[in-house]
């Protein structure tokens, strides 16, 4: 392990080098190799083939050259999508539900959901003051009969405050039973364009206009009226993102529902909780961006691996198989989602660049409204390959086994 590569692979990771030296002892033991040296060549290899097989020409300094490479290959394979589309109007309800028709021939399985019949009784339990105000009703009731269920609970995640969401569902749950479950179909849908506006912060504090609700396996999308480069490629990924999310947490539900620690389970999924602190002989467990909330966040400076992010490089696999499906290849993007460097600008300062397929496309959707750039989702799956280094074909386990105690201990990771 040489000093400059373990330095220089710390610093991408942001974090502390005594506690990160530690660390890579311990998981070279486990490997019983040299962890660092792997991973800093296998990313120089990647990055140097990038540019010189693919596009004839390695960037020597500056920054921006590399972002514009990266754009390109955005821009070209964003192009594909919209002629194989029609070139559809993401502000319309008609086009999205086209676009969402085809994708349901590839992505279609039974998980295991809560019924649609408890979504209507936490309605009636805790009826959604914003919601029922911007759509106009004069009571809960009258929101049920006029609009499907699932846009209701999907417009929840917008029209009321994350505060109102966790406490209502923390109580609701705590008599769900198994039984208030059931095996039926992922599903994906638009909202009506009259949720736009409401939805405005939400999109902007997410980056993009799609989410999803684990308890009731759904995927929405939100019609908007942008238009910036990059858009339907990037509701193509998030789409893929979200129904491998989805079908981990429903084994995830459909394990514990029965055991008597279930309501703190699906509270800790729902609210996609993190632990505060780990010892020193742990890692955490993480099953969201802790970036997007708060770049300083004292836990991005620990040892971690993200569920999110290994749901991300499945989807990329699957939205690469799809892709060549439709007569397009996208493999340049499935195996690089970790991989990251840093180069200098103009004005000779690092910046570090993420060749992670859903940055590259945020920093282009947003490049006309924002001069920062995107990078944690790089970061989280360089963790995450340092660990499947070290576990090879095991490394899922730590999610299966240990997402809902949101740590991992080294004698756990031996054990394995």
């Known amino acids: 392990m040489e000093d400059l590569k373990f330095q220089k692979i710390a610093k991408i990771l942001r974090i502390d080098q005594k506690r990160f030296k530690s660390l890579i002892e311990i998981l070279n033991s486990i490997a019983k190799r040299d962890l660092i040296e792997e991973i800093y060549e296998e990313k120089e290899k990647v990055i140097r083939d990038i540019f010189l097989k693919i596009f004839n020409w390695y960037p020597k300094s500056v920054a921006s050259e590399v972002f514009n490479v990266l754009f390109q290959k955005i821009r070209l394979d964003n192009f594909f999508f919209e002629q194989f589309f029609s070139r559809p109007k993401l502000s319309s ?195 969201r961006y802790l970036y997007k909330d708060d770049e300083w966040d004292s836990r991005l400076f620990l040892p971690r691996v993200n569920s999110e992010a290994y749901h991300y490089s499945s989807s990329l696999k699957a939205l690469a198989d799809f892709s060549k499906e439709i007569g397009h290849n996208i493999d340049f993007w499935k195996d690089i989602d970790w991989v990251g460097d840093l180069f200098l600008d103009e004005n000779g300062i690092e910046v570090l660049i993420s060749f992670n397929l859903v940055d590259v496309i945020m920093n282009l959707v947003e490049q006309s409204r924002t001069m920062k750039k995107v990078i944690y989702h790089q970061q989280e799956a360089m963790w995450n390959k340092l660990f499947e280094k070290t576990l090879g074909q095991k490394f899922s386990r730590i999610f299966e086994e240990f997402l809902v105690q949101g740590c991992v201990s080294y004698d756990d990771l031996l054990r394995f």
């Open 93 to 287: 309800k008609n086009d999205l539900d086209n676009i969402l028709s085809f994708l349901k021939t590839r992505i279609s399985y039974e998980g295991f959901f809560l019924k649609w019949e408890k979504g209507i009784e936490f309605l009636r339990k805790y009826p959604p003051k914003n919601l029922i105000s911007f759509l106009g009703a004069k009571n809960i009731d009258e929101l049920i009969e006029k609009e499907k269920i699932e846009y209701l609970l999907s417009a929840l995640r917008f029209s009321e405050s994350t505060e109102w969401l966790n406490k209502s569902f923390e109580e609701f749950s705590r008599n769900l039973t198994y039984e208030d479950f059931e095996k039926r179909k992922i599903e994906l849908i638009c909202l009506e364009p009259k949720y736009k506006e409401i939805a405005k912060k939400f999109c902007e504090h997410k980056l993009h206009n799609v989410s999803h609700l684990k308890e009731y396996g759904v995927i929405f999308v939100i019609p908007t009226d942008l238009e910036l480069e990059g858009l339907l490629f990037r509701l193509l990924i998030l789409v893929f993102h979200y129904s491998f999310e989805i079908k981990f947490y429903s084994s995830i539900f459909e394990k514990y529902a029965k055991k008597e620690d279930f309501f703190r389970v699906i509270n800790w999924c729902i609210k996609g909780e993190v632990l505060e602190e780990v010892n020193q002989n742990s890692i955490l467990v993480v099953q």
